[in-house]
């Protein structure tokens, strides 16, 4: 995998050709329109049916899976901004977005993101009250409380990304403009600035991230830690609630994870092909190991799943 370049022309015309970033054998392109359109229908109608069912189950309308039916939601906003995109140009031989559209990409996929940062650790708060406070939950996972969790998570991520985005579109783009990458992101985007400014909005930018993602992963590992210590000192039926745990925490994992090693680890330090591999991580794969990870190892969603399969055959043979 070649790296995939971005390029703005003059600011009259202010037009962003992102140039191919993948091999420019047909039966290439082929292969890989074929596999990320796999990927893009799988993320989409896993989450789509995890929505459905926790709309419509009325054993799934409780605040966990109240919270898992947004987070699929998120999941299917965040990896819509980019691979629809991606693969509208995998046979275009010059890729061409407006630099509003690059700026517009860079500001949902900013919020979905920051989005589904905080949504993961109100998950983990809702888990650590399930399990170290079990008799007051009802109470304090009321149904208000669970809306007020859902919208302060996505006012977090559009607030910061309208910042993010506001900031890096105000910064003067001349020159060559290149960058290195599969889709407008904002790292990349600073990179082709040729602002002496550009490593102050770069420092807020990264400011305003690293307060929504670390913020909100160290409010799950608080939790998490709560949660471990209560299982340790209540004994088997408090570990019997722990296993509602293991889906969040696997997310938890593969979803920061991702986005450590990208964010962290010096872009320098590795290859381009490696940025595009971990972008193509965080960014499309995450969104639809999700729906599959919750499927597989929650018993109520799998129980769920299998009286929509049987009212659905018996809807269609009694027709």
């Known amino acids: ?37 796999l990927i893009y229908l799988v993320t989409v109608l896993g989450n789509l049916l995890i929505v459905t069912l926790v709309w419509l189950d009325a054993h799934l309308h409780s605040p966990m899976y109240f919270l898992l039916g947004h987070l699929s939601f998120l999941d299917i906003c965040y990896s819509s901004v980019t691979l629809p995109k991606i693969l509208g140009d995998s046979f275009s031989p010059q890729k061409t977005i407006t630099f509003v559209g690059c700026i517009t990409q860079i500001y949902f996929f900013l919020c979905f993101g920051g989005s589904e940062c905080m949504l993961l650790a109100a998950m983990a708060y809702d888990r650590y009250l399930a399990i170290c406070h079990p008799l007051h939950y009802p109470a304090l996972m009321s149904k208000k409380m669970c809306h007020c969790l859902v919208a302060v998570s996505w006012l977090s991520g559009s607030f910061s990304s309208l910042i993010q985005a506001f900031l890096t579109a105000r910064l003067p783009f001349c020159g060559s403009n290149v960058i290195d990458h599969l889709f407008c992101e904002m790292p990349f985007l600073l990179k082709a600035s040729c602002s002496p400014n550009a490593p102050l909005s770069k420092a807020a930018s990264y400011a305003l991230a690293g307060t929504i993602a670390m913020g909100s992963f160290l409010l799950t590992l608080v939790s998490y830690i709560h949660i471990i210590r209560a299982v340790l000192q209540k004994g088997a039926g408090t570990q019997r609630a722990f296993a509602t745990c293991t889906s969040h925490l696997t997310v ?33 794969v995450t969104p639809m190991l999700n729906p599959i990870i919750y499927s597989l190892r929650n018993g109520e969603v799998k129980g769920a799943i299998r009286k929509a399969l049987r009212r659905g055959v018996l809807q269609v043979s009694t027709k």
């Open 1 to 37: 995998m070649s790296p995939k370049s971005l390029q703005r022309g003059n600011l009259s015309s202010p037009t962003i050709f992102l140039l191919s970033g993948f091999s420019s054998a047909y039966r290439a392109r082929v292969t890989f329109c074929l596999c990320f359109s």
């Open 252 to 284: 938890v994992s593969l979803f920061f994870g991702a986005g450590a090693v990208v964010y962290l680890v010096p872009q320098s330090s590795g290859s381009k092909e490696m940025d595009d591999v971990l972008a193509l991580l965080y960014a499309v």
